[in-house]
């Protein structure tokens, strides 16, 4: 890794509370990603009712449909994730299944829609979270993938993406509130790739809606500009995108920190134009 790539790693991490450690720990484990049989593609004229698996296009990434509802966003616990509220998700929507992948951006590259060529960090891109973009450039692949789907791909917002990582469960992770061993990619949790690096996509257990690493592994963008709390967000799941814009909100934890920010409830800010290795993100495909 150059300097220059580790100037960038460092100054993204600092957006955060530091993990009270500088660097990754230990060597990269090689461990053989698990095979799950792809989601199937889309049928002309097919109906997307919550539950199902599709993509859009043999390079698409894989989407699951999330129902309507009503959830408690947020907590009691943490000024930026107060006042713990009620929120109404009005309309169902299609998540990615997965982080996004170097495969999947690679389409967009192969296909002139995209032009940075995102640092793997020697880790390999084989069913790997693609890392090291800017919150610009993955607007650009999704409105890259709309262009050439015709359909409505954009980044989540907080609100889309809490609900779908807490798939109607009401503790900090889908499955209760504390992380046993290897049931999260996060520092000290266990896993092979505990305070190390990204896993490969698929390789803990989904939550209930069918929805991969919500939890973990890394970091992802969402759309909306960083507010310090909920005071005076919109009442809509829509994204908020007032005040601090520079700044945009992440979601989910990685490997590089400890389990607490991976709640479902955990926001975090990162700098919009500043790429990490343990950032990455998944879309949200609109349902018409």
């Excluded at 660097?23 to 593609?41: D, K, M, R």
């Excluded at 713990?84 to 992948?101: P, V």
């Excluded at 989540?156 to 503790?171: C, I, N, Q, V």
């Excluded at 909920?230 to 809509?236: L, R």
């Amino acid at each position: 890794m150059n300097f220059r790539h580790l100037s960038f790693c460092v100054f993204a991490a600092v957006m955060l509370v530091m993990p009270g450690m500088g660097h990754a720990q230990g060597v990269y484990p090689w461990i053989e990603p698990v095979t799950i049989p792809a989601a199937p593609l889309i049928e002309p004229g097919q109906q997307l009712k919550p539950g199902a698996m599709f993509r859009d296009c043999e390079t698409c990434p894989e989407m699951v449909v999330v129902p309507p509802g009503i959830f408690m966003m947020g907590s009691k616990k943490h000024k930026s994730e107060k006042p713990h509220r009620i929120m109404r998700i009005r309309k169902a929507f299609a998540i990615g299944r997965f982080e996004t992948t170097h495969e999947h951006w690679q389409a967009c590259i192969d296909a002139g829609g995209c032009t940075h060529e995102p640092h793997d960090h020697k880790w390999g891109k084989n069913r790997m979270p693609v890392i090291n973009v800017s919150h610009k450039m993955v607007r650009g692949f999704a409105d890259w993938l709309s262009k050439s789907t015709g359909q409505t791909y954009r980044l989540p917002s907080e609100a889309e993406w809490e609900y779908a990582a807490r798939a109607g469960s009401k503790g900090n992770y889908w499955f209760g509130d504390i992380v046993g061993d290897n049931e999260v990619n996060c520092r000290k949790c266990g896993a092979p790739w505990s305070g190390i690096g990204n896993a490969p996509i698929g390789s803990f257990k989904p939550n209930p809606w069918g929805l991969y690493d919500m939890h973990g592994n890394a970091f992802e963008w969402v759309q909306d500009c960083w507010q310090p709390n909920y005071q005076s967000a919109p009442k809509s799941s829509r994204a908020w995108e007032d005040g601090e814009c520079q700044f945009r909100v992440i979601r989910g934890g990685s490997w590089y920190y400890y389990s607490r920010m991976s709640r479902s409830a955990n926001r975090q800010k990162n700098a919009g134009a500043v790429k990490s290795y343990w950032l990455s993100f998944r879309l949200v495909r609109e349902i018409k």
